[in-house]
């Protein structure tokens, strides 16, 4: 059995102050559920502030993004040693949202997973279609692709703490999701190339997570699914009574 994990993705949204007020209300209604990994994922600025307010609770702390690079003159960006020193144990990587407006490509994402892998990160590592490759039959292709290039590389033993999230670009922040079944069938195709990848023992542990407005609402048929082991949530996990549906599914 997978054990499930919900991810908040808090994307360009929260102050410190807010960050704070959110854990205030959201760890008590979380503090005795212990049947899913609970992750939040607030911006940069937030991070310390979320780190000290989940300590010694069950509720882990994860980033948006991370450089490829150690460190050096790269103005704005962040490294993985700056975050687990943080405490941070988390990072989403590859979202579309920073593959679409800040030209992150199968290879820099797998350059991140890299640096994130070595550095004891639990990588979340996001794939998925848009629209127009769904409805020309190219989802299978697209998904192989970004699995396949995003591994290159990567040993299996490296890879251990990996975690994928399939978000098809439609489905996030629309209000629309993908089906059960749609979900499935992607997630499908996704533990197929990490088995390529990584050998069949890894790919049975492999967890997958659906993102795409998941939403207190759909939450409990997706996360009946088989095949989907926690959901990556955006705009519904912002709220601390929201979020909590999730994860209580
Ligand atoms: P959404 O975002 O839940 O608001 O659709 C999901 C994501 O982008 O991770």
């Known amino acids: 059995m997978r054990k499930k994990l919900i991810a908040a993705n808090w994307k360009m949204y929260k102050t410190p102050e807010q960050t704070a007020a959110f854990f205030r209300e959201f760890l008590p209604l979380v503090a005795a559920h212990t049947r899913d990994e609970i992750v939040v994922c607030p911006p940069y600025i937030d991070l310390q502030t979320a780190v000290a307010a989940a300590e010694g609770s069950n509720v882990a702390v994860g980033a948006q993004n991370v450089h490829w690079e150690k460190e050096g003159a790269f103005t704005g960006e962040i490294s993985a040693t700056m975050l687990t020193s943080l405490g941070v144990t988390h990072v989403i990587i590859g979202h579309s949202e920073r593959r679409q407006y800040f030209n992150e490509t199968d290879d820099t994402v797998n350059r991140k997973l890299e640096i994130a892998?070595?550095?004891?990160?639990?990588?979340?590592?996001?794939?998925?279609?848009?629209?127009?490759?769904?409805?020309?039959?190219?989802?299978?292709?697209?998904?192989?692709?970004?699995?396949?290039?995003?591994?290159?590389?990567?040993?299996?033993?490296?890879?251990?703490?990996?975690?994928?999230?399939?978000?098809?670009?439609?489905?996030?922040?629309?209000?629309?999701?993908?089906?059960?079944?749609?979900?499935?069938?992607?997630?499908?195709?996704?533990?197929?190339?990490?088995?390529?990848a990584f050998g069949k023992e890894f790919a049975e542990g492999l967890r997958i997570l659906y993102g795409g407005s998941v939403k207190p609402e759909n939450a409990t048929v997706l996360m009946a699914e088989a095949e989907i082991d926690g959901a990556l949530v955006g705009g519904a996990s912002l709220d601390p009574a929201s979020f909590t549906k999730i994860v209580k599914y």
């Open 117 to 196: 892998l070595e550095n004891g990160l639990t990588p979340i590592l996001c794939v998925g279609e848009v629209l127009e490759e769904r409805e020309a039959g190219l989802t299978e292709d697209v998904l192989r692709r970004q699995c396949m290039r995003a591994f290159n590389g990567i040993s299996a033993r490296k890879a251990a703490k990996l975690v994928l999230a399939y978000e098809p670009v439609w489905a996030i922040g629309t209000g629309k999701t993908a089906t059960p079944q749609m979900a499935s069938d992607a997630h499908q195709v996704i533990r197929h190339e990490a088995e390529k």
